[in-house]
């Protein structure tokens, strides 16, 4: 098998991570019937921790990370360069926006006039859910420091499983991460993930659509940069 460049990897694995996990959210929130009311949480975040294991094996030449906040935690750590880091991100993003535009291409007789604007945003990014904008950086900075925390510790353990088996350990705890914390402000512990689909929810010709609320988006980016900086110092006090 031909070499694949981190670029291509990254890039590959994140567009079918959110071709995946956005056509999960419309395939359940774009429906008719479906009652906003209701809690679809379950089924979405299982969902979306298969995603990210298949988007895992599919990047496989850079280990699938998919999300800028783990690529970020393997900079703090020296295990790749920065150069690497940056290309790895800017496909992780660019990866996302087009993952999403596939995810709408296959739903976009769905985005009629009935559906609320709020539904025609979520199933691409992520909204304010708390009452502040305080309150939503510090349950997504939680939420990152959570996740960067734990998978540092599991993938750095003297008896860890084998590579291989990543994929799947990455999938099951981001399916936890949306159980325990998703319904605080969703899935934002990803910025490529936030980010790309919702360029994609502004420049696309969605009918009363709404905004798109980049006033929000800086919190999806900061936030998470600073949850897994905080990870990275504990891990190293802890363990080194």
Not at 159 to 165: C, N, S
């Amino acid at each position: 098998m031909n070499e694949v460049s981190p670029f291509v990897s990254e890039f590959i694995a994140t567009m079918f991570l959110l071709f995946f996990g956005n056509g999960i959210g419309m395939a359940i929130k774009l429906k008719k019937h479906f009652n906003p009311n209701s809690d679809a949480r379950g089924i979405t975040c299982f969902a979306w921790g298969i995603a990210v294991m298949f988007g895992g094996y599919i990047g496989y030449a850079t280990n699938g990370m998919m999300n800028p906040i783990i690529t970020l935690s393997q900079l703090f750590a020296t295990e790749i360069s920065i150069h690497t880091a940056c290309i790895c991100i800017a496909a992780q993003f660019l990866g996302a926006f087009i993952g999403s535009l596939l995810a709408y291409a296959m739903y976009q007789q769905d985005f009629h006039e009935h559906v609320a604007q709020e539904i025609k945003l979520t199933v691409f990014a992520t909204s304010l859910a708390k009452e502040t904008k305080l309150a939503s950086f510090s349950a997504l900075a939680i939420s990152s420091f959570a996740f960067i925390f734990t998978l540092t510790v599991f993938t750095h353990m003297p008896d860890r499983l084998p590579q291989q088996f990543m994929p799947v350990i990455t999938g099951v705890l981001v399916s936890l991460i949306g159980l325990s914390a998703g319904s605080s402000e969703g899935y934002p512990v990803n910025p490529a993930r936030d980010w790309g689909p919702r360029f994609a929810h502004w420049i696309l010709p969605i009918p009363n659509k709404g905004s798109s609320q980049w006033g929000y988006a800086w919190i999806t980016l900061c936030a998470p940069v600073l949850g897994t900086f905080i990870a990275f110092l504990l891990y190293q006090g802890l363990f080194y």
